[in-house]
């Protein structure tokens, strides 16, 4: 078994500055990986595990966001036959509560700034 930055693990040398490694070496990498760890190469061109490098603003933001148009969208699914509902006169006490409920939680996602991120406080979600 063979590495380097370039080729990877590969079975037989395809690149000169590929090192020899053992086969359990090459499984505690795998397993290393499939726990969060990324593979990294020393001074000399060994894999080692680390542990990747934290996220960046503009990535926390993106998660951020991501889940804010989840939730967003998971409000709009509940919300719309409630509205339904109400508009035709249709709506138990408990759907017209549950609506009000769903429609405050919706405004205050609107309201989360996202750059914010990881410092964001998500509000409970109503139950459904």
Same mark, same amino acid.
């Given at each position: 078994?063979? /590495?380097?930055? !370039? ?8 690149? !000169? ?7 359990? /070496? ?5 397993? =290393?990986?499939?726990? =969060? ?50 508009? /035709? =006169? ?14 405050? /939680? ?23």
């Amino acid at each position: 078994m063979f /590495y380097s930055n !370039e080729a990877g693990f590969t079975l037989q040398q395809v690149h !000169e500055d590929q090192k020899e490694i053992t086969e359990s /070496y090459w499984e505690e990498m795998v397993i =290393g990986q499939s726990q =969060g760890k990324i593979i990294s190469t020393d001074q000399h061109g060994f894999p080692f595990l680390a542990d990747p490098p934290p996220l960046t603003n503009d990535q926390l933001a993106l998660i951020a966001d991501a889940k804010k148009n989840t939730l967003m969208a998971e409000a709009a699914r509940v919300i719309a036959p409630l509205e339904d509902a109400q508009k /035709y =006169g249709m709506a138990t006490s408990e759907e017209l509560s549950s609506l009000e409920e769903w429609q405050k /939680y919706r405004v205050m996602l609107f309201r989360i700034d996202t750059t914010s991120a990881p410092d964001i406080n998500w509000p409970a979600t109503p139950k459904k």
